[in-house]
T-cell receptor
């Protein structure tokens, strides 16, 4: 596609439920990143996929968070047993390769845990 | 781990005044990128700096990368209301993940 697509754009879930967020990167982009942005805050690195290499999961805040990527396409971020502190905008970004000129961000998924 | 600090957190200016935001990394960077996020929007890439001491300009915006490749700055000359938003720097090591600063939120009073 023309840009990075994320779905859903908004998600309201009850505390304790699992949620799955989806990211469709730009075709041909080998690098894919997930960030979390709490209201009025900066971007918190979560996980980074590069081609077929093992992902860098060093930013995942707890074992309730996991992410997968199928080849060089779609990625899903799963949050199990959601907590209120998980409420944030989850942003996905892709780039042609590491060090490429700039990442392209999706519009994000706004997650609200009630 | 790698940390990127950005100051100030907020900056309020009168239209026509200049604006500068500063970025410092705890480690030497291979490159630094700058992004702008409008209120309610997502970050949009502005520019990447790679070379030590590099200076790049985009119209009223001037970007600098320090000699030691550990700090950077973004300067806007004669701000306009369209410059409103949050400016983020983001640095990476060779082939590594991009770590973002906390951002500087710019408001411009007409």
């Amino acid at each position: 596609g023309a840009g990075v697509s994320q779905s859903p754009s908004n998600k309201v879930t009850e505390k304790g439920k699992d949620v799955e967020l989806r990211c469709d990167p730009i075709s041909g982009h080998t690098a894919l990143y997930w960030y979390r942005q709490r209201l009025g805050q900066g971007l918190e690195f979560l996980i980074y996929f590069q081609g077929n290499s093992a992902p860098d999961k060093s930013g995942l805040p707890s074992d309730r968070f996991s992410a997968e990527r199928t080849g060089e396409s779609v990625s899903t971020l799963t949050i199990q047993r959601t907590q209120q502190e998980d409420s944030a905008v989850y942003l996905c970004a892709s780039s042609p390769h590491p060090g490429a000129q700039g990442y392209t961000f999706g519009s994000g998924t706004r997650l609200t845990v009630v | 781990g790698q940390q990127v600090m950005q100051i100030p957190q907020y900056q309020h200016v009168q239209e026509g005044e200049d604006f500068t935001t500063y970025c410092n990394s705890s480690t030497t960077l291979s490159n630094i990128q700058w992004y702008k996020q409008r209120p309610g929007g997502h970050p949009v890439f502005l520019i990447q700096l790679v070379k030590s001491g590099e200076v790049k300009k985009q119209k009223r915006l001037t970007f600098q990368f320090g000699e030691a490749k550990k700090n950077s700055s973004l300067h806007i000359t004669a701000t306009q209301t369209t410059d409103v938003g949050t400016y983020f720097c983001a640095g990476s090591n060779q082939g590594g993940k991009l770590i973002f600063g906390q951002g500087t939120e710019l408001s411009v009073k007409p």
